[in-house]
């Protein structure tokens, strides 16, 4: 058999060039969907196709352009896992622009207004009503004619005014974490009745402001951006950002020149008052928007390559390529850094990135192949104009002129990537720079100076998580990219336009099994500080809470808690500030965190610590209920009649609050027979006491639950009170008269339980008072009681006074019997088998506490399939369900009164849980058929199903 070498084949046909290391092996594929992506980025700057809202929301265009989805995070009842959502087609988009492809989707700044642009410059705006996956419609694009020249290539909308807490960054020194919080202040132009507003340029070169009126109706002004000199012809990009001074507008033409405008928006009246009274439109005018515009300068960049130019380090040298193969993809306006007072301690920047074609990258095989992206940049710089020494001997007819600043670009290094760059967004509030390649890889950047953030550097300051080490690692494919409010996240659209779920990693200090404290504390003290920015500014923190059920252990879940309460800052000693607790804006955010993470699943109790917070806010829910209805009721009484909707979720919350206060008092005495044997011996009750898990106790001991418990009863009795004095009629009256009768039937009077709190309140006094811990000791027993669910030694003394004086002092006035044979599974805080049996046969209201009673209509038949059996289920009414608790609420619809409507907006739970999950709307099919629960003869627990059952000792 003759070899191979003898019949005088060459090697290099079979593996290739000798002196090449690619050794014949087939070039990588470039992504799918790529070259499409780059001819749409060239051609118009308008076009997203993936967007992530603030408030959660995650919307993207169909793969046919034709219709618009919806998804959003959401926890699973069964196991508790955070998945992404199923999709919801948003049928109102497809119907507003008949047909017409989509081309761009955008959010407002708090994120519950969407923009959709279709490619005929066509922009209808939709709103987040109750829900994620329901909103309404704002405008119709109809109002708009369909016009290749209307074609949005930028677009911006207009600010809200209001300041917002933000953080610098978080500083580490003598081991503790210090964090550096200021009030950002809002950037105008504003629209003066709050209104949403909308800005954008055209491809015919005019920029047009939609705004909503006071009246809801939608009004618009446009004008063309006029220059000098030339002519801009036909524009494909621009890029707008609000600064003190103005409107930064920057186009880009089709002759590849690239304009700079300052736009100033005007408004006449420049204050309105909603609460003004009507008169004629003519003396008091809706406001009224003008526009002035000033361009500044025009850059025409010959050469995308400077080949004297410094590169980084780490970047690929590249020979000189001809700059007509590059088209611009990217144009942005990078703002400059805030500083504590809010304003601009540098100038921004301009920046654009051009990609030359797929087919030239790489076309010389002999030859090194040219960067497949240049960023450019240019510096705004504001310079003095310079006048000749002789204009100063002309004398001047007007005195102490001055020159009008000029608007100077100052050209940055280029920086040149061998990946093609399909994204570029401002994250972590501006803090960092990301730039997503084609590859799926994403680099993040300073965006002061564009240094690559590539880990800890300095493990003593942390200003983003990017900069504490956290990276994406590299995924599948996918040239549409979005980040989730708090940047740890981010979806894509893959090759088969499917959405994937990115998430940030970090080793946590744990590195080729070594232990580095400093970097687990930096990373910890970052997701801190994204939690607290978006605490500042109302963004949804669901990102984060994924990010902390997955990768930390609980030992560094409790450490973020401590970091997240010393950097808002929150002090948890309440035992003389009560009434702050009201207002307090950051305390419900920490509670409802801290009850996620110790969340199992729907049926299973939490553990301590989470049930605590738990139970904290179903408390404040229902103190601020109770001290806006008591508020009505002192109000005139020729304001309008009760609404009957308001008046039931008054009622669901007064039986809860008092099957809940029945609950703590029963454990109480359980407690303190239990504890009777140890009573003399310090020791042995000190111990006991540690390790005792009561959420009773802790409830009690707690400044911050035992202000709201006192809270919702001066509420009660306001409620009490209010039933003669009020104006009754109707359902109405039927709802209060219940309430009353509730009230008045009770096993203890609320003055007797209040009399019971001031005790506990006067026994922990004391025991600070004794062990000498003032108001600045005071703030850490309380923080240990709230995050660890452990009694601080201090508050020992305390726990004695409680079981052996005020309880057994509380025996007479109470009907001790009624307490003990009541149900309470409803509540869903004891850890048995008929707690759990309840939540899967029931469901309450967690709003109104009311049964659900509707929502379990399913009906069962036994059928052959291929399993042996299946369950056939009918459809109950719909509901909402939190995406954090997994709670339900029947209300799927806007209020149906003023006064409903007003306290629902007052409570804050339009678009939100009482948690601060968002709502997201479900069909309504119950997960279990609807059961009669057992009885319980060890507890004496009712074996109605009805109302009785669900409400207890209270009905």
């Given at each position: 058999m003759?070899?191979?070498?003898?019949?005088?084949?060459?090697?290099?046909?079979?593996?290739?060039?000798?002196?090449?290391?690619?050794?014949?092996?087939?070039?990588?594929?470039?992504?799918?969907?790529?070259?499409?992506?780059?001819d749409?980025?060239?051609l118009?700057?308008?076009?997203?196709?993936?967007?992530?809202?603030?408030?959660?929301?995650?919307?993207?265009i169909?793969?046919?352009?034709?219709?618009?989805?919806?998804?959003?995070?959401?926890?699973?009842?069964?196991?508790?896992?955070?998945?992404?959502?199923?999709?919801?087609?948003?049928?109102?988009?497809?119907?507003?622009?008949?047909?017409?492809?989509?081309?761009?989707?955008?959010?407002?700044?708090t994120?519950?207004?969407?923009?959709?642009?279709?490619?005929?410059?066509?922009?209808?705006?939709?709103?987040?009503?109750?829900?994620?996956?329901?909103?309404?419609?704002?405008r119709?694009?109809?109002l708009d004619?369909?016009?290749?020249?209307?074609?949005?290539?930028?677009?911006?909308?207009?600010n809200?005014?209001r300041?917002?807490?933000?953080?610098?960054?978080?500083?580490?020194?003598?081991?503790?974490?210090?964090?550096?919080?200021?009030?950002?202040?809002?950037?105008?132009?504003?629209?003066?009745?709050?209104?949403?507003?909308?800005?954008?340029?055209?491809?015919?070169?005019?920029?047009?402001?939609?705004?909503?009126n006071?009246?809801?109706?939608?009004?618009?002004?446009?004008?063309?951006?006029?220059?000098?000199?030339?002519?801009?012809?036909?524009?494909t990009?621009?890029?707008?950002l609000?600064?003190?001074?103005?409107?930064?507008?920057?186009?880009?033409?089709?002759?590849?020149?690239?304009?700079?405008y300052r736009?100033?928006?005007?408004?006449?009246?420049?204050q309105?008052?909603?609460?003004q009274?009507?008169?004629?439109?003519?003396?008091?005018?809706?406001?009224?928007?003008?526009?002035r515009?000033?361009?500044?300068?025009?850059?025409?960049?010959?050469?995308?390559?400077t080949?004297n130019?410094?590169?980084?380090?780490?970047?690929k040298?590249?020979?000189?390529?001809?700059?007509?193969?590059?088209?611009?993809?990217?144009?942005?306006?990078?703002?400059?850094?805030?500083?504590s007072?809010?304003?601009?301690a540098?100038?921004?920047?301009?920046?654009?990135?051009?990609s030359?074609?797929?087919?030239?990258?790489?076309?010389?095989?002999?030859?090194q192949?040219?960067?497949?992206?240049?960023?450019?940049r240019?510096?705004?710089?504001?310079a003095?104009?310079?006048?000749?020494?002789?204009?100063?001997?002309?004398?001047?007819?007007?005195?102490?002129?001055?020159?009008?600043?000029?608007?100077?670009?100052?050209?940055?290094?280029d920086?040149?990537?061998?990946?093609?760059?399909?994204a570029?967004?401002h994250i972590?509030?501006?803090?960092?720079?990301?730039?997503?390649?084609?590859?799926?890889?994403?680099s993040?950047?300073d965006?002061?100076?564009?240094?690559?953030?590539?880990g800890?550097?300095?493990?003593?300051?942390?200003?983003?998580?990017?900069?504490?080490?956290?990276?994406?690692?590299?995924?599948?494919s996918?040239?549409?990219?979005?980040?989730?409010?708090?940047?740890?996240?981010?979806?894509?659209?893959?090759?088969?336009?499917?959405?994937?779920?990115?998430m940030?990693?970090?080793s946590?200090?744990?590195?080729?099994?070594?232990?580095?404290?400093?970097?687990?504390?930096?990373?910890?003290?970052?997701?801190?500080?994204?939690?607290?920015?978006?605490?500042?500014?109302?963004?949804?923190?669901?990102?984060?809470?994924?990010?902390?059920?997955?990768?930390?252990?609980?030992?560094?879940?409790?450490?973020?808690i401590?970091?997240?309460?010393?950097?808002?800052?929150?002090?948890?000693n309440f035992?003389?500030?009560?009434?702050?607790?009201?207002?307090?804006?950051y305390?419900?955010?920490?509670?409802?965190?801290?009850?996620?993470?110790?969340?199992?699943?729907y049926?299973?109790?939490?553990?301590?610590?989470?049930?605590?917070?738990?139970a904290?806010?179903?408390?404040?829910?229902?103190?601020?209920?109770?001290?806006?209805?008591?508020?009505?009721?002192?109000?005139?009484?020729?304001?309008e009649?009760?609404?009957?909707?308001v008046?039931?979720?008054?009622l669901g919350?007064?039986?809860?609050?008092?099957?809940?206060?029945?609950?703590?008092?029963?454990?109480?005495?359980?407690?303190?027979?239990?504890?009777?044997?140890?009573?003399?011996?310090q020791?042995?009750?000190?111990?006991?006491?540690?390790?005792?898990n009561?959420?009773?106790?802790?409830?009690?001991?707690?400044?911050?639950?035992?202000?709201?418990?006192?809270?919702?009863?001066?509420?009660?009795?306001?409620?009490?009170?209010?039933?003669?004095?009020?104006?009754?009629?109707?359902?109405?009256?039927?709802?209060?008269?219940?309430?009353?009768?509730?009230?008045?039937?009770?096993?203890?009077?609320i003055?007797?339980?209040?009399?019971?709190?001031?005790?506990?309140?006067?026994?922990?006094?004391?025991?600070?008072?004794g062990?000498?811990f003032?108001?600045?000791?005071?703030?850490?027993?309380?923080?240990?009681?709230l995050?660890?669910?452990?009694?601080?030694?201090?508050?020992?003394?305390?726990?004695?006074t409680?079981?052996r004086?005020?309880?057994?002092?509380?025996?007479?006035?109470?009907?001790?019997?009624?307490?003990y044979?009541?149900?309470?599974?409803?509540?869903?805080?004891?850890?048995?088998r008929?707690?759990?049996?309840?939540?899967?046969?029931?469901?309450?209201?967690?709003?109104?506490?009311?049964?659900?009673?509707?929502?379990?209509?399913?009906?069962?038949?036994?059928?052959?399939?291929?399993?042996?059996?299946?369950?056939?289920?009918?459809?109950?009414?719909?509901?909402?369900?939190?995406?954090?608790?997994?709670?339900i609420?029947g209300?799927?619809?806007?209020?149906?009164?003023?006064?409903?409507?007003?306290?629902?907006a007052k409570?804050?739970l339009?678009?939100?849980?009482?948690?601060?999950?968002?709502?997201t709307?479900?069909?309504?099919?119950?997960?279990?058929?609807?059961?009669?629960?057992?009885?319980?003869p060890?507890r004496?627990?009712?074996?109605?199903?009805?109302?009785g059952?669900?409400?207890?000792?209270?009905?």
């Amino acid at each position: 058999m003759p070899l191979i070498m003898e019949e005088g084949i060459d090697v290099d046909d079979l593996f290739g060039d000798p002196s090449s290391l690619e050794l014949g092996l087939p070039a990588p594929q470039p992504t799918k969907g790529l070259a499409q992506r780059l001819d749409e980025m060239r051609l118009l700057g308008c076009c997203q196709k993936l967007a992530w809202s603030r408030l959660g929301c995650i919307a993207y265009i169909s793969q046919d352009g034709r219709r618009v989805n919806v998804r959003h995070l959401v926890c699973r009842p069964s196991d508790g896992k955070w998945v992404l959502s199923n999709d919801y087609p948003l049928n109102p988009v497809t119907d507003a622009h008949g047909g017409h492809p989509l081309a761009h989707l955008s959010w407002n700044e708090t994120g519950s207004e969407l923009a959709v642009v279709d490619t005929s410059g066509r922009v209808s705006i939709f709103s987040i009503s109750i829900s994620l996956n329901s909103i309404a419609t704002h405008r119709q694009a109809i109002l708009d004619p369909a016009d290749d020249g209307s074609q949005v290539v930028g677009m911006m909308w207009l600010n809200t005014q209001r300041s917002v807490h933000a953080f610098h960054h978080a500083t580490k020194m003598n081991s503790r974490w210090g964090y550096s919080p200021f009030r950002r202040r809002p950037i105008p132009p504003f629209h003066p009745a709050g209104k949403i507003a909308l800005l954008y340029v055209t491809r015919s070169g005019v920029i047009r402001l939609l705004y909503q009126n006071p009246d809801h109706r939608w009004a618009e002004i446009s004008t063309e951006l006029k220059s000098t000199g030339h002519s801009d012809q036909l524009l494909t990009h621009a890029a707008l950002l609000a600064t003190q001074a103005g409107i930064l507008v920057a186009t880009h033409s089709a002759c590849q020149k690239i304009s700079l405008y300052r736009v100033h928006i005007t408004w006449n009246p420049a204050q309105w008052d909603p609460n003004q009274p009507k008169q004629a439109s003519a003396t008091h005018p809706f406001p009224t928007p003008s526009f002035r515009i000033f361009h500044s300068k025009i850059e025409n960049p010959s050469s995308i390559f400077t080949p004297n130019r410094n590169q980084n380090d780490n970047s690929k040298e590249f020979p000189p390529a001809a700059s007509s193969l590059y088209s611009i993809t990217r144009l942005d306006i990078v703002p400059g850094q805030s500083d504590s007072t809010g304003g601009s301690a540098s100038g921004p920047w301009l920046l654009a990135v051009y990609s030359n074609p797929m087919h030239v990258a790489g076309h010389d095989p002999q030859q090194q192949a040219s960067p497949s992206s240049v960023i450019v940049r240019w510096q705004m710089e504001t310079a003095s104009l310079n006048l000749h020494p002789k204009f100063d001997e002309v004398i001047s007819k007007k005195n102490n002129v001055q020159a009008k600043p000029k608007m100077e670009l100052r050209r940055l290094d280029d920086i040149y990537s061998d990946r093609y760059v399909v994204a570029i967004d401002h994250i972590e509030f501006g803090n960092v720079l990301a730039v997503t390649y084609d590859d799926s890889s994403i680099s993040f950047f300073d965006p002061k100076t564009m240094v690559s953030f590539n880990g800890v550097d300095d493990t003593n300051t942390v200003t983003s998580m990017a900069q504490a080490g956290f990276h994406y690692p590299l995924d599948a494919s996918g040239v549409h990219v979005s980040f989730s409010p708090n940047s740890c996240l981010a979806v894509v659209l893959d090759g088969e336009w499917q959405v994937r779920l990115r998430m940030m990693e970090h080793s946590f200090g744990a590195e080729e099994g070594l232990y580095d404290e400093s970097k687990f504390s930096a990373a910890v003290a970052a997701l801190a500080l994204a939690f607290c920015r978006g605490c500042g500014s109302d963004t949804n923190t669901d990102d984060i809470l994924m990010i902390l059920l997955r990768q930390l252990t609980p030992d560094a879940q409790n450490a973020f808690i401590n970091e997240v309460y010393r950097a808002l800052p929150i002090n948890c000693n309440f035992t003389v500030e009560q009434d702050k607790l009201m207002n307090h804006p950051y305390i419900p955010r920490c509670l409802s965190i801290q009850a996620a993470l110790g969340f199992k699943n729907y049926y299973t109790p939490r553990s301590l610590p989470s049930s605590v917070s738990w139970a904290i806010l179903h408390l404040r829910h229902a103190s601020i209920l109770f001290a806006y209805f008591f508020q009505y009721n002192k109000g005139p009484k020729e304001t309008e009649p009760h609404d009957p909707d308001v008046l039931r979720m008054v009622l669901g919350n007064a039986k809860w609050a008092l099957d809940f206060s029945y609950y703590l008092l029963d454990e109480l005495f359980e407690l303190a027979d239990e504890f009777e044997p140890v009573f003399s011996d310090q020791e042995a009750f000190a111990q006991k006491v540690k390790s005792t898990n009561s959420l009773s106790l802790i409830l009690l001991l707690s400044s911050m639950s035992r202000g709201f418990l006192r809270f919702i009863c001066r509420g009660l009795r306001g409620v009490y009170a209010g039933y003669t004095t009020s104006p009754l009629s109707g359902e109405a009256r039927v709802y209060y008269t219940e309430l009353y009768q509730t009230l008045d039937q009770s096993p203890i009077r609320i003055d007797a339980y209040e009399k019971f709190l001031a005790g506990v309140d006067s026994a922990v006094r004391h025991a600070y008072l004794g062990a000498g811990f003032g108001d600045n000791e005071r703030p850490a027993p309380e923080k240990e009681l709230l995050v660890n669910s452990r009694i601080p030694a201090v508050l020992i003394p305390a726990v004695a006074t409680l079981l052996r004086q005020k309880v057994p002092s509380l025996k007479s006035e109470i009907n001790r019997m009624t307490i003990y044979l009541a149900d309470y599974s409803w509540l869903g805080f004891c850890n048995d088998r008929h707690t759990e049996f309840y939540r899967r046969s029931q469901e309450v209201d967690v709003l109104k506490k009311l049964p659900l009673l509707s929502f379990n209509t399913r009906t069962s038949s036994t059928e052959p399939d291929g399993n042996g059996v299946r369950e056939r289920a009918q459809h109950g009414q719909p509901r909402r369900r939190c995406t954090r608790c997994c709670e339900i609420s029947g209300d799927v619809t806007m209020p149906r009164s003023f006064l409903s409507y007003r306290l629902i907006a007052k409570l804050q739970l339009l678009r939100s849980c009482l948690c601060g999950g968002m709502w997201t709307l479900e069909s309504g099919v119950s997960s279990t058929p609807s059961q009669t629960p057992s009885h319980n003869p060890a507890r004496g627990e009712n074996a109605d199903n009805g109302a009785g059952a669900v409400f207890g000792a209270s009905s």
